[in-house]
C-alpha cells in the first residue's frame, strides 16, 4: 500500500502547523538567558518599542503550576528567579507584526547575575558545585548477574577502554512550532508539530490547573521528530497557549532553525568505560560497564534514557557475568532528550567498538569473537531476562557478509591499503534493540486504540499515534483492514486529537506498529466478530457486505465501536526494585556492515556501502520498513562522521546548518536493507519494532571499519577530519 | 529601518498566472509565496539556503526563496509545487508516491522541483547526476535512497512511455 497521506505531500497540499493561519492572529516569542546558571535581578524594556502594544507573559502570569509535566517537576516553563542553562525561556512577547516582534526581543536586557556552572560529566560528578538534587545525579541503575569481581585476576586477557559519543541535534526539517487558543469559555486549545499529543495535554493540565476536558491538543503533519518532538513540544505548547490566554487571541510560535538547534533536545552526550575478561578460546567471562550520560540542568527524560541504554550496554552476548552501572548527570547544558534510539546507540557504539579492540588483544578476528559469544535462543540477557525468540545472530552476520563480501574485500583491503593514500576498510557491529517502553511501562500506559464505524459506510482507527513520516497511518491502515477482512482504502486515520483519540502512549520507543498496532489489530478483530455474531454480516463477506452490515447494525443497535486496552502478557515479569527481568517484550536483532575509504591525505572519510540485516519479524509494509531502515542509516552516519555540536560555557555555538553538518545525498552510500522475517507471536500480523534500530549499529560499523582502514583506535564519535587526524599522528608515531 | 522602505509592487507569473505582489523589496520571496498567495507548499527549513526546503524555480532555475528578495522577481516566472500538477500529478510525484520517496514530506516539496529542474537538464540523469542534481536538498527522513530510487523508476518509466 501506498503512503495513506502521501497525495498531499507530494502536491504541498499537507498542512503543517507553520501553513496556517487563524483570524487576528498574533505571533509569539521566547526571551531566553544569555547565560548557562545565574540569578535574575532585572529585566529591561529597552526604548524606542512600543511596549503597549505587546502581551508579556512571566513566571507570574502562569495560572496553575511553574512547571512542564513530565516525570517529575523539575523544569519551569518559565525560568522565575534562578536560571539553570543558557537559552532557558525567561519571558514570552506576542505581536501581530512578526518582524517587529525579533526587534522587541532584542531590546529586552535580562540582568543576570553569574552563578557558577557545569558544564562536562567529570565536574558535575566531582561535585565542587551542585547544580541538581543533592548530588548532580539524576539516576542511576545497576545490573549485575554473576560476579565479575572474581575474575579480573585468573583470566588469561583483560580489555579496558573508554568510549565517548558527543551530542546529536535531531534536525528535522521542520522546526519546532505550535499554535495556541484560550479563554475562560472554551479552555485551552493547541495545534503543533508533535509526537505525543498526551503529553502535552498532561503538561498544559497542570500549567493551568485546568480539568482535563478543558484542555485539548491536535497534531497537525509533522515534518519530521525522531524523539525531538517528543517532550519539548510541552514546553512551546505551554508557551503559545500562556500568549494565547493573557492575549486573549490565537497565538502561533515557530521557531527558526537558529533558536530551534540552540534552545531545544539532543541526544545525550556519553561516556562508557569498558573492562572484559577473555578466556584463551575467545570465550567473555565478565563485562563491567560503566556508562554515563549527560542530561543537561533538568531531568526531562534523562531517567528513562539511562534505562534503555544500559539494558542495551550488554549486547546481544552471553556472559555469564556482568556487571552495568549507569548514571545520568547533571550540567548546565539545555536539557537533553529523546532522540531515536534513547541512549541504546550510545552504549551499543561504545560496546561495539569495545568488541573490536577485545578481538585483536585475543588475536582473534572480530566476526570470530563474536560467533564465540553471540546469544542464542534461551540464554539469559544480563538483567535476567530469558531469550525465547528464534535469535540467530549467526545466521543474520553470515547473510550481512555474502551481501557485502566481507571476507575477500577485509583481505583485499588490508593488501591494498599498504603504500596507498586513500585507504580502505569494512567494519561491523552486532546489535539487538527492544521494543516497546521499557520494563513495566507498557503496564503503567495502558494504552487504548478503538475502531469505528460510520453510518457512511467506512472505518475509523482512533488512536493517539501521531504520524511524522514514519508510516503511522499506512501500517493502522493495512492492520485495520486485514483484521476486519476489507480494502484498506475503506479506512480511515482519525486525525490524533485529545478530543477525539484515547490515549495509546507517546510515539517512541519504536512502540507504535507494535504495541498499538497490535491494538487497532484486536479491536478490528472484535468489532468483525460483532458484525459476524449479530448475522448482519456473513462468513465470505468482501468490502461493500462488510459496509452495507455496519451500516445496518448502526441502524439496528446504534454506534459500533470497538476499544481495546493494552494488556500485559502474563509471562512477562519485570521488577522495577531489582531492576531485574523482562525488559521488552520483543528484539529486533541485527548485524549492519559499513565499507569506507579514507584519505589520508585530508582525513575525511567516506561511506561507500553499507548494508543492513535485521529480523524484525514480519514486515507489515515493504517500501516503509526498507525507508525506516536507510533513513536511520543515514542519521547513524551523521552521528558517525559529520554532527559535531560545538559548545561553549554551555551554548551550542554551531545552530546553523551551515556549520552544523548532516548528511547530503553526496554523502551517503548505496544503503542495502535486508529483512529476515520470522513472525512474531504477539506483534500484529506478527511484526516487531524497528523505527528505532539503525541509530543503534551505523555508527560501530563505520568506526570499526575506520579502525580497519587506517589503524586509528577511534574512541569518539563523530570522528570528523580534525578528530581523525589526530588520531593517526599516533598510528604513525 | 524597516518604517523607511517603501512597499512595492512586483509583476511576474506564478504557477502560469499572472500575479502582482506588494511588498518591501528585501521581503523574503518565500514570504511572499506564502502569505500573500496562500501558496504554503514551500516550507522554511533554515532560512539560510542550505536545506532546500523553499526551492522554487525561478524562470527554469532552481533558487532557494529564502534567498530571494522579491524585488528580484520582476518579469520572472515562477513554478511552486502547487503549479506542478494538472488534473493528474506529475510523474515525479506519481514517482515520489509509489517508491517511498517521501517520509514526513517536509523537504518534498524543494525536492520534486529540484528533481523536475535536474530532469530538465539531465532527462537520462546517472546515479551520480541525480546525487549531485539533490545535494542542496537536505532530507532527514529518508536517507535519500528512496529518493534515489523514486527519480530513476520515474526515468525508466517515462522511456517505457515514450
Known sequence: MQRKEGRGKVTGAAQYIDDLTFPDMLHGITVRSPIARGRIRAIHFGDDIPWDEFTIVRAKDIPGKNCIALIIDDQPCLADQIVNHAEEPILLLAHPDKYLLEEARRAVQIDIEPLPAVFTMEDSLARNEIVWGRDNVFKSFLIEKGNVDNLWASADLVVEGEYETGAQEQLYIEPQGMIARASEAEGVTVWGSLQCPYYVHKALVQLFGFPKERIRVVQTETGGGFGGKEEYPSMLAAHASLLAWKSGKAVKMIYDRAEDMVATTKRHPSRTHHRTAVSRDGKILAMDIDYMIDGGAYETLSPVVLSRGTIHAAGPYSCPNVRVRSRAVATNAPPHGAFRGFGAPQSVFSLERHLDRVAEAAGLTPDELRRRNFLREGDTLAFGQIVYEKVDMQRLMGRAFEMTDYYAKRTRFENENAGSLIKKGIGFAAFLHGAGFTGSGEEYLASEAALEATPEGRVRVLAGSTEMGQGTKTIFTQIAAEALGIECDRIDIVQPDTADVPNSGPTVASRTAMIVGRLVESAGRALRETLLRSELLKPGYDSTAFLGACRLYIDRFGPLRSSVKYEHPRDLHWDDEKYQGDAYSAYAWAIYVAEVSVDMRTAEVHVDDFVAVQEVGKVINPVLAAGQIEGGVAQ??????????????????????????????????????????????????????????????????????????????????PVTPEVLLEMLEHVHA | MRDLARKIRVSCRVNGRAAVLEAYPMARLLDVLREQLCLTGTKEGCGEGECGACSVEMDGALVNSCLVPVL????????????????????????????????????????????????????????????????GNLCRCTGY??????????????????
Request: charged content about 20%; glycine content about 12%; aromatic content about 6%.
Open chain 1, 636 to 717: 547513524g552516519i551523521g552521528l558517525a562522521l559529520y554532527e559535531n555540536v560545538v559548545w561553549q560555557q554551555g551554548r551550542m555555538l554551531n545552530g546553523q546548518m551551515t556549520n552544523y553538518i548532516m548528511p547530503t545525498s553526496m554523502d551517503v552510500p548505496p544503503i542495502r536493507v535486508f529483512f529476515e522475517e520470522i513472525p512474531y507471536g504477539r506483534g500484529p500480523a506478527g511484526a516487531k519494532g524497528i523505527g528505532e534500530l539503525p541509530l543503534d549499529g551505523t555508527a560501530p560499523a563505520i568506526a570499526n571499519a575506520i579502525a580497519h582502514a587506517t589503524g586509528a583506535d577511534i574512541r569518539r564519535i
Open chain 2, 72 to 135: 528580484q522577481a520582476e518579469g520572472t516566472e515562477i513554478l511552486t509545487i502547487e503549479g506542478l500538477a494538472g488534473k493528474r500529478l506529475h510523474p515525479i510525484q506519481q514517482a515520489f508516491l509509489a517508491y517511498g520517496g517521501a517520509q514526513c514530506g517536509i523537504c518534498t516539496p524543494g525536492m520534486i522541483l529540484a528533481v523536475v529542474n535536474l530532469l530538465a537538464r539531465h532527462p537520462k540523469p546517472t546515479e551520480a547526476e541525480i546525487r549531485e542534481g539533490l545535494a
Open chain 2, 145 to 162: 535512497t528512496k529518493i534515489f530510487e523514486s527519480v530513476l523508476q520515474a526515468c525508466r518509466e517515462s522511456e517505457r512511455g515514450s
